[in-house]
T-cell receptor
Framework: DADVTQTPRNRITKTGKRIMLECSQT?????MYWYRQDPGLGLRLIYY???????NKGEISDGYSVSRQAQAKFSLSLESAIPNQTALYFC?????????FGPGTRLTVT | QKEVEQNSGPLSVPEGAIASLNCTYS??????FFWYRQYSGKSPELIMF????GDKEDGRFTAQLNKASQYVSLLIRDSQPSDSATYLC???????????FGTGTLLAVQP
């Protein structure tokens, strides 16, 4: 099984809809992250969590929220999706050194 | 000035040649430096990391760090077509202690 899994892998949604992206990891790491990747802008940090009770905003958290349901699970929500949230979203986990990324979710907001 | 800068490329090299990928960073307090490889449509995967000035070798890959010049590079020896990918530089340990990614360099190895 993959170390980090993300669901769904692809999603098309309409403006104004609420959507949740889910992430699970089997590494037993405390740290989990959500990034988005846009062409020409690279990977940008949305939210991160160092344990179940610790949630922190990244550089582009506006319009997003997260929930750390357990050590292994970290979900990202878009309360009211807008077209400029169309991007490739990656979840990642870390033991404090390097990141292990999930396969990504390609989200399109029309 | 971007915090982590990379030339977007594409960098084209012939098979068997040395590919040299470069990255500069703005926060002089940065302490940890990472190189990730990302194939088109896939997630980034760690190639190697370096903490100390000098060179670090792992197989065909060598990372070079020069903190005085705020410069980190990745050399790929005997480049193969399978090395064709985007290479992301990432830096952490500075004022914010956040991991900051560059936008990546696209490497194309020509058979």
């Amino acid at each position: 099984d993959a170390d980090v899994t993300q669901t769904p892998r692809n999603r098309i949604t309409k403006t104004g809809k609420r959507i949740m992206l889910e992430c699970s990891q089997t590494k037993g790491h405390d740290r989990m992250y959500w990034y988005r990747q846009d062409p020409g802008l690279g990977l940008r940090l949305i939210y991160y969590s160092f344990d179940v009770k610790d949630i922190n905003k990244g550089e582009i958290s506006d319009g997003y929220s997260v929930s750390r349901q357990a050590q292994a699970k970290f979900s990202l929500s878009l309360e009211s999706a807008i077209p400029n949230q169309t991007a490739l979203y990656f979840c990642a986990t870390s033991d404090g050194t390097s990141l292990i990324f999930g396969p990504g979710t390609r989200l399109t907001v029309t | 000035q971007k915090e982590v800068e990379q030339n977007s490329g594409p960098l084209s090299v012939p098979e068997g040649a040395i590919a040299s990928l470069n990255c500069t960073y703005s926060d002089r307090g940065s302490q940890s430096f990472f190189w990730y490889r990302q194939y088109s449509g896939k997630s980034p995967e760690l190639i190697m990391f370096i903490y100390s000035n000098g060179d670090k070798e792992d197989g065909r890959f060598t990372a070079q760090l020069n903190k005085a010049s705020q410069y980190v590079s990745l050399l790929i020896r005997d480049s193969q077509p399978s090395d064709s990918a985007t290479y992301l530089c990432a830096v952490t340990g500075g004022a914010t202690n956040k991991l900051i990614f560059g936008t990546g360099t696209l490497l194309a190895v020509q058979p």
